[in-house]
């Protein structure tokens, strides 16, 4: 499948109920090469380095150091492989087409270890329940290439805007990553505050592991495959400041969700829209105020132009 990147298509269509089984199959993939990254990984500040990344083809871990070099892996969903690379000059690929967890867990540990790379990881998935190991899980075994195409396919569109709109803030913010816990992409701001100890409480999942995620004020916001027929975008705020709920944000078809204590804009209202870019920037913009404005954030010190560069006499090259 291809289209034209400046089609009205390039925002997709994929129904969430559609492809349930390949998702949960995908979700566990993801899990088990996120946890390579995070056995190699020295820790960042909120988990920063475990996650994921869109990139041209599909999801990568980017560089993980390993002894004196590095390898990476990248879900290709274009030829639909995982690609494991090696700074060595060696490459091992894993296909992705219908197979057990079980199955791709095993070839992607072997794989590594004919690269030389000796990984060991915990094999129970986090924030899911029940959570099977992986070399135990043969239930989750469905993949449909186009179904998870598309859903790589969104992930592009909402990682230019959410790119787009990191670029106002010159505080400390969370690239636009991709959290295999629970499959979403998300992009974080910080006020410079601390924050009360999260009471964690996700599913298979060390309460302490929320508690550093959650160690600073913050706004969030990003994408993922809930909270609309067609997934969601969401935003919210911890801690929650008073009057969060009930704040007018943009645009009409946002709401609260007082199930998930944040804004949701379903993402087909945004492919809807006459310009999906915008609409979603509505959202971004309007519930950043919504945490910012309502936790007193120093916001003249925290944000700025992007097109900042006439400031300082030249353009960039």
């Given amino acids: 499948m291809t289209t034209d990147i400046d089609s009205p298509q390039a925002w997709p269509r994929l129904r969430v109920s559609d492809w349930t089984d390949t998702r949960e199959t995908l979700h566990m993939w993801t899990q088990v090469v996120g946890k390579i990254r995070l056995s190699q990984a020295p820790l960042v500040n909120h988990w920063w380095q475990v996650t994921l990344y869109v990139s041209p083809r599909g999801l990568t871990t980017g560089a993980i150091p390993y002894r004196g070099g590095s390898f990476d892996l990248e879900f290709d969903f274009v030829e639909h492989q995982l690609r494991v690379r090696s700074s060595a000059g060696g490459e091992r690929l894993v296909a992705l087409s219908p197979k057990s967890v079980a199955d791709f867990y095993l070839e992607t540990m072997t794989a590594l270890d004919e690269l030389g790379i000796d990984v060991v990881i915990d094999v129970r998935p986090n924030e899911v329940d029940p959570a099977t190991p992986f070399p135990e899980d043969h239930g989750h075994c469905t993949y449909d290439p186009e179904a998870a195409q598309l859903f790589w396919r969104q992930l592009v569109q909402a990682d230019r805007v959410l790119g787009e ?3 106002h803030f010159v505080g400390k913010v969370s690239p636009v990553h991709f959290f295999w816990g629970a499959m979403d992409l998300a992009c974080t701001r910080f006020s410079g505050r601390g924050a009360p100890e999260h009471p964690g409480g996700a599913p298979n999942c060390g309460d302490w592991v929320m508690v550093e995620g959650y160690s600073r004020e913050l706004s969030s916001a990003g994408f993922w495959p809930g909270g609309g027929d067609e997934g969601a975008f969401y935003a919210y705020a911890y801690p929650e400041p008073d009057g969060f709920a009930t704040y007018p944000v943009e645009p009409e078809a946002a709401y609260y969700s007082a199930e998930y204590r944040q804004f949701l804009l379903p993402y087909e209202a945004v492919a809807d829209s006459d310009d999906p870019d915008a609409t979603l920037a509505q959202f971004l913009h309007s519930t950043y105020r919504a945490a910012a404005d309502l936790g007193a954030w120093d916001r ?12 300082h006499g030249r353009r960039p090259s």
Avoid: G, I, Q, V
């Fill in 300 to 311: 003249a010190s925290l944000e700025d132009d992007p097109a900042r560069w006439p400031r």
């Fill in 165 to 167: 709109f990191r670029s």
